[in-house]
């Protein structure tokens, strides 16, 4: 296999964007149980930049990103529902890469409906967007949620995907336009901005509060979030964007009206390829129906990574950000 122009994303100190590093990287060759994929796609998630500037530690160096498609080039021993020249996406480590080679286990095959760019846009995305509304606690039509950032990455999947369920989707966003887009995307009400979020939610409830919130913004929305909740409402929180919240005292879920907290992670649902399955073909059947799209807000060459990560961080993008081989 000539690979001339195999290169590879990584992080040799923990930083900002300027320690994503571009070096020559060979693929490796897959063991048993696994593939190597030559990368078509690689989608960026918030969680790429907590690894980044070592929120969330990882051992150093290392090749960041978590989800990808491509075309399969090489399949290891006892791999048997993928083989070469198949279409194919992916939950994995090391993803900011030409080529990625991991566990076969975290790796699907696309439908002839879903594109590669479509995959490596919403397959993390989307899969985290279904662990929050169908398996945590199942949102169910005629309750109300509360949505942060609701026309980014993952918000940009909530949105309509609540709306499908049936629920009323408040959403919290900074700006007018983003607004607009998360009215496009069937919210019922948007506050603009991240003042006294809390008290407009409960003017927009009659008083009542919402049932559910979904929180990827962090310590900037942590007590909006808890102040707008019903008792035994569900304190959601899924993200860092402003930073990590701060500790929240069992007592204050007490004061709430026995508020429920929980801060989930994906991969704690779909642990097992039997749940990746079905996590993935709820999500590519809601993309083929049209319910769901992969909104690609922009993309950046592989090599400007740390671009994409400047952008990210900025606030200003929406929608799915892609990094292209």
């Known amino acids: ?32 149980g696994e593939v190597l994929v030559r990368q078509t796609a690689v989608g960026v998630n918030f969680i790429d930049t907590y690894h980044r500037t070592g929120l969330y530690k990882m051992p150093l160096p290392f090749i960041p990103g978590s989800e990808g498609a491509g075309i399969v ?15 194919v996406a992916y939950t994995g480590r090391s993803t900011y890469a030409t080529h990625y080679t991991g566990p076969a286990a975290g790796v699907v095959p696309l439908p002839a409906g879903i594109s590669d760019e479509e995959a490596a846009a919403i397959l993390l995305k ?18 109300t949620a509360l949505i ?50 809390a008290k407009k939610v409960r003017e927009l409830t ?66 097992t390829p039997e749940s990746l399955a079905r996590a993935s073909k709820r999500l590519f059947a809601l993309v083929e129906s049209g319910v769901l799209s992969a909104d690609i ?3 950046f060459a592989l090599k400007d990574a740390a671009d994409a990560h400047r952008a990210l961080e900025s606030g200003k993008t929406t929608g799915a950000t892609l990094l292209i081989p």
């Open 297 to 299: 807000g922009q993309r």
């Open 73 to 87: 080039e090489e399949v290891g021993e006892g791999v048997a529902h993928v083989g070469p020249g198949d279409r």
């Open 148 to 197: 942060w950032a609701p026309v980014g990455g993952v918000g940009s999947l909530l949105t309509p995907w609540a709306k499908h369920i049936g629920a009323r989707v408040i959403a919290v966003t900074s700006s007018a336009a983003k607004a607009e887009r998360a009215k496009a995307l069937g919210a019922d009400d948007v506050v603009v901005g991240y003042d006294d979020v």
């Open 126 to 143: 989307g899969m985290t967007a279904w662990m929050l509304l169908e398996e945590i606690r199942p949102l169910k039509a005629g309750e």
């Open 1 to 32: 296999m000539t690979l001339p122009n195999a290169y590879a994303i990584r992080i040799h100190q923990t930083g900002g964007p300027e320690v994503l590093t571009v070096e020559n990287e060979a693929p490796r060759a897959p063991g048993p």
């Open 206 to 271: 009659d008083g009542k509060g919402v049932d559910v919130v979904y929180d990827s913004v962090g310590k900037l929305s942590a007590e909006a979030s808890l102040s707008s909740l019903k008792p035994r409402g569900w304190f959601i929180t899924y993200g860092n964007a402003s930073g990590p919240a701060d500790p929240v005292p069992p007592g204050r879920l007490a004061a709430g009206g026995s508020l429920v907290m929980t801060r989930p992670t994906l991969f704690s649902f779909t642990d």
